[in-house]
């Protein structure tokens, strides 16, 4: 059947017919309404949004790499049992149909009957229960962000819208440097790019804070963020982490990991970038807090001051008799104090005179003066009587000598006369002259 029957045909010059898009898109939507009415089609949901009472979704193939968005109205979803959420794998009844606003191809679903756990949101529960066991997903290790970054460091791709919204939404709020290290962001080999990119900024030694921030996109596009490695990377670096992936209702491994999730990359500038309007009106409140203060600690000290004074002011009047009081008893304190002194101190000279006088070094040397003197007057009063006895002793001998050698002159006559006299009469004289005696015998 021709897609375009009933409006071809030429124009109303003869010549060949230019449709509008809008002519176009019916005809589509007319031509798929017609021949898909009624289709029974299953599938996993991921990006599942409402509004208005309104399910908004996509359907992924479980096999080939194929999407397919859809939407279920607030009166069928409210007849509807099975749940409507990421994950799910769901099976749809509806027809299909193209919004002509936009263009897009699109399931237009009256009833929906839960098929069974879809493979991606498996994989995501077991590792998010794997590293929830580590403690990977522990608040208490969250990193609190700095209050006023100077380089912030970027993961996401160069030529993505993310960069762009970082960045512009960072220099409308406050003046930082940006260091953007370029990655894949989708596909497989986006996970070790990742890795590799947050590996690299963190060698920036004056790295404050890093985002790691894509744009929306379905679940298969954001799944590189539900990698382990990407995870364990994001807990190992050494600065606070802000996952800024996908939008609001996107929920990633990297955003339970990481330090702080942002809604969106936007988002995600506008936690770590402060204002620089809040930070002057902090300036300021913090100023006039401080103003104040101050004022209200010197008003406080003031008063007390001038109660202080009233006190000692009214102290005075009450303290000065005593203090008069008080100065004429210590001037007689001081008085009886140096008399005291005074006569202790002649009492100490009368002592000391005393100690000497009776000192046994002043004893002892007066007594050797006074047996020097003795010494010497008793030399003095011997040495008289012995020359007297010396004298007399002298002219005695002198006497005796004149009276004793006639004397002895005398006495030695008279001692040779009778020497000559025993001699004659001695037995040696007869033996000389040869008589001998001998022994009678009985």
């Known amino acids: 059947m021709p897609l375009f029957e009933g409006l071809q045909g030429p124009g109303h ?12 898109n019916r005809a589509v939507r007319f031509t798929l309404e017609d021949n898909w009415a009624n289709v029974l089609i299953e599938g996993e949901l991921s990006d599942v949004r409402h509004a208005k009472g309104h399910v908004y979704f996509s359907l992924n193939d479980e096999e080939d790499p194929a999407q397919l968005r859809g939407v279920m109205f607030a009166s069928d979803v409210r007849r509807t049992k099975a749940p409507l959420e990421d994950g799910a794998r769901v099976r749809f009844r509806g027809k299909l149909s193209l919004y002509t606003a936009r263009g897009q191809f699109q399931l237009i679903a009256r009833s929906a ?6 493979d991606l949101a498996a ?3 077991k590792l998010r229960a794997k590293l929830e066991a580590e403690g990977l997903l522990d608040p208490e290790r969250k990193r609190p962000l700095p ?12 030529t993505g819208a993310a960069l762009h919204d970082i960045i512009r939404v960072a220099s409308e709020r406050c003046p930082v440097q940006i260091l953007v290290a370029d990655c894949r962001v989708q596909g497989e080999e986006a996970p070790q790019s990742i890795v590799s990119a947050l590996e690299l900024i963190q060698r920036v030694e004056a790295l404050d804070v890093v985002i790691v921030s894509r744009g929306g996109g379905s679940a298969e596009d954001l799944w590189a963020f539900n990698d382990e490695g990407v995870a364990r990377a994001i807990a190992g670096c050494r600065v606070p982490v802000v996952s800024g992936v ?3 209702v996107d929920v990633t491994i990297a955003d339970l990991v990481a330090d702080a999730r942002a809604a969106t990359p936007s988002n995600a500038a506008e936690i770590v970038v402060p204002q620089r309007e809040s930070l002057v009106r902090d300036v300021q409140s913090w100023e006039r807090r401080l103003s104040q203060a101050l004022d209200n600690l010197t008003s406080g000290l003031r008063l007390r001051l001038e109660r202080l004074l009233r006190v000692l002011y009214g102290a005075r009047r009450v303290i000065a008799p005593v203090r008069r009081e008080l100065l004429a008893s210590q001037e007689q304190l001081h008085q009886a104090q140096r008399a005291s002194l005074r006569q202790r101190h002649e009492r100490l000279a009368e002592l ?3 100690l000497m006088r009776l000192d046994p070094r002043s004893v002892l040397r007066r007594d050797q003066r006074q047996l020097a003197s003795l010494t010497a007057k008793l ?22 000598q004149g009276r004793g050698q006639p004397m002895v002159r005398e006495t030695r006559a008279t001692y040779a006369e ?4 025993l001699d004659a009469l001695s037995p040696l004289r007869v033996l000389e002259r040869g008589y001998a005696f001998g022994a009678n015998r009985r």
């Not at 010059?13 to 176009?24: K, L, Q, S, Y």
């Not at 009957?113 to 879809?118: D, F, H, S, T, Y």
């Not at 209050?147 to 160069?158: A, F, K, N, Q």
């Open 123 to 125: 994989q995501f529960r």
């Open 379 to 400: 030399r003095d009063a011997g040495r008289l009587p012995v020359r007297r006895r010396r004298e007399r002793l002298v002219a005695l001998r002198f006497t005796l």
């Open 113 to 118: 009957k839960l098929a069974g756990e879809g």
């Open 246 to 248: 996908g939008h609001e």
């Open 13 to 24: 010059d003869g010549e060949e017919r230019v449709f509008r898009v809008a002519e176009v």
């Open 352 to 354: 000391r005179q005393r």
């Open 147 to 158: 209050e006023l970054p100077r380089v912030v460091g970027v993961v996401t791709s160069r």
């Open 418 to 421: 009778l020497c000559a006299q």
